[in-house]
């Protein structure tokens, strides 16, 4: 992965990322109020800035639901029927290798975590959705894709039957122990965080991540100034959507919630070539090598 340079928008991130991905979670149900004026603004110059940064293909468009509805983007069937969001947020790429979808996947929840700063509620949307009509909201280039889009919006005072169902039925809201997901040196140590104070805070903010159907799919061996970042997919969860690597996309976020928290906890981060092969039940994906900023 060759990351992008966040521009100075992006600058609240590196104050208040715990507390962000401690507060943020997938709203199903918003009030269907416009996005505020200020939040709004704020959020088109940070993706325009991107946008002039970020190499191409990438970049991200942000629309009014009421522009997009016109256009039945989204099906009945969508990640437990998303209702009335404000603006969706979509991510236009065109994936030749697994950085791609890295990157994707990064820039995409990194823009998410600052509309959390502006308090904007949001969900992801990966699997469900009219792709060919998406295109054509976008005014895509033929090689080019939408492989996800995240709803938008102020969220209803109350949360629904329907998603406290929809979330209790999917596993939403709960997340492995820190054990499950990351290991001292080799597999068989689960990490414990008295192990290692200094980066326990970036790994639990990496355990908050969300992933697609909350797969976690993220494995992470920790050594001394490194994190080996792996991808232990789900058997059969690409055939879901085969023109979308979803959980290459995870590792994405993962690194995003990664990198935002050591930035917070004043450690340099520099993304590397994926470590060795550890075991046949993971692919390597990723270096993280950390330093005192």
Sequence with gaps: MKPITFPPEFDPLTRYFSNLAAQ???CRTFNGAPLPGSARSQLLAAIASLNRTA???LRLALFDASDLRKENLFTTGTYGMIRRPAAYLAGITAPENTSDWLEFGRSMQTTLMLATFLEIQSCW???VFDRRTCGQVLNLAPEEKVPAVVALGIAAPRRTVRDRLVRWSSGRGLRRPIGKLCF?????????PSSRPDLAPLLENLRRAPSASNRQPWRVLVRENELNLYLARTPGYRRLVPAVDLQTIDMGIA???LEWSAR?????LEWGDPPPQASSDVEPILTASIGSA
């Design 24 to 26: 943020r979670y997938s």
């Design 55 to 57: 190499p191409a293909p």
């Design 125 to 127: 949307i990966g699997g």
């Design 184 to 192: 001292h040196r080799d597999w068989g140590e689960p990490f414990e």
């Design 255 to 257: 690194a995003a919630h």
């Design 264 to 268: 917070e906890r004043g450690f340099n």
